[in-house]
């Protein structure tokens, strides 16, 4: 339903932000 689609979507989102934080250590420093 609508959260099992939720949870996909924002699982996703944050491996990619993590992937992100992991190649740009300038970002990672700046969200820290």
Not at 2 to 16: D, Q, W
């Amino acid at each position: 339903g609508t959260s099992i689609g939720l949870s996909s979507t924002i699982g996703a989102f944050f491996v990619f932000v993590n992937l992100k934080l992991q190649y740009i250590p300038f970002v990672q420093g700046y969200w820290v």
